[in-house]
């Protein structure tokens, strides 16, 4: 973890195939030290064939893998400087606490006392002082988490790699087990590789995030730049909610272009598509709604109405089709069956390719 190098992993064109599956595709990426990056992804999308490609559990069958700028592509694991934090926590039920952090020590050539003086310092990172002569049964699932993560952190490995390591936790504790692997991460400026299903998930920890798709990066970017400018239709309908709807490019100009979505008229980038038909995702708290008679915009009808507390949601029926409506700030609910003239704000629309 006291990496000097810029950049901790590069993959290189990279592919590994089972058989006749080609489970990840000629991918590139490069992580820099010190980064959280997250590879997120529908299941069977790839993802935990690229970490343990990482990890040395897989050997690729094409291209390069670098590890702190050295060439990692032929060496097994045991030569490799990363920790695998696994989904089931992997921990030695027969093993106290203490023991189970201080495994991977004791194959080194440290003394005993060096070995114990790490995992404590391991066990007070996780803030499991006090729990040396427990055994993992002992333990909720967020604490043998933790003892997981403190296996892995006291090895100082280049690179940390976990794969959905908060699975097998429930709903309210993965949400504070998530803030605390961020937490640490941060602190000590780990390098880190994170593997979920979860967009919410991989919003809220990631430095920068890679979806994956069908074993290849779908797109890459930090949160916002993939909620905000999802390159695909793909991106745009798994982090966050989207809706797809067809419009026209009117006309291009460098950079931006010009929609038109029914009534009204968007500027917004045009990716370099052509002039014509286009998919175009919105997000459920871009569209506004107006009851109003005299209103202007995309004319539609209101079909379900939902009164959520924090929120509104609605289903709209309207010239562009069905939409998802959210409105943050709902006072009134407008009734269903009325009809509604829809705008949409600068922010939360894109242009998507398919
Ligand atoms: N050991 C293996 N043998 C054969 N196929 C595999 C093996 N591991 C993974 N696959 C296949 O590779 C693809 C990607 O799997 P995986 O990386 O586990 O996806 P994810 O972690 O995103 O759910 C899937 O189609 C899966 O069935
Ligand atoms: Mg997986």
């Known amino acids: 973890m006291n990496s000097t190098a810029h950049i901790a992993v590069e993959f290189l064109n990279v592919t590994k195939a089972f058989g006749n599956v080609k489970a990840v595709r000629d991918v590139s990426f490069q992580i820099q030290s010190g980064e959280l990056v997250t590879l997120l992804g529908p299941s069977g999308c790839g993802k935990t064939t690229t970490l343990r490609l990482i990890a040395g559990l897989e050997m690729a069958t094409g291209g390069q893998i670098m590890i702190g700028g050295r060439d990692v592509t032929q060496l097994p694991a045991t030569d490799r400087d990363v920790s695998m934090v696994f989904q089931s926590y992997a921990l030695f039920p027969h093993m106290t606490v203490l023991q189970n952090v201080s495994y991977g020590l004791t194959m080194s050539r440290l003394s005993k006392d060096m070995v114990e003086e790490q995992a404590l310092n391991g066990l007070k990172l996780v803030g499991l002082t006090g729990f040396e002569k427990r055994l993992p049964s002992e333990l909720s699932g967020g604490q043998q988490q933790r003892v997981a993560v403190a296996r892995a952190l006291v090895l100082e490995p280049e690179v940390l790699l976990f794969d959905e390591p908060l699975s097998n936790l429930d709903a309210k504790l993965r949400r504070r ?16 590789v994170y593997v979920t299903h979860d967009q919410e998930e991989a919003l809220a920890v990631s430095d920068r995030i890679i979806v994956m798709q069908e074993a290849v990066i779908a797109q890459q970017g930090s949160p916002r730049e993939l909620y905000e400018s ?41 990716l370099n598509l052509p002039i014509g038909e286009v998919t175009v995702a919105v997000r459920p708290e871009a569209i506004l709604l107006d009851p109003r008679p005299e209103a202007t915009g995309i004319p539609g009808t209101v079909h379900k109405a939902v009164y959520l507390g924090s929120h509104l949601e609605y289903e709209i029926k309207s010239a562009v089709g069905e939409l998802f409506v959210i409105d943050p700030l709902g006072t009134e609910i407008i009734a269903e069956g009325h009809p509604v003239r829809l705008q949409i704000r600068e922010r939360g629309v894109n242009l998507v390719q398919d």
């Not at 998530?178 to 880190?192: F, G, H, M, Y």
């Not at 797809?244 to 931006?256: A, F, Q």
């Open 230 to 270: 999802p390159k695909t239709r793909f991106v745009a309908d798994f982090i966050g909610d989207a809706n797809l709807v067809n419009g026209k490019l009117i006309s291009t100009d460098n950079v931006m272009g010009t929609l038109q979505l029914d009534e009204l008229t968007i500027q917004l980038p045009h």
């Open 177 to 192: 087990v998530r803030e605390e692997i961020r937490d640490l991460q941060q602190q000590l400026q780990l390098t880190v």
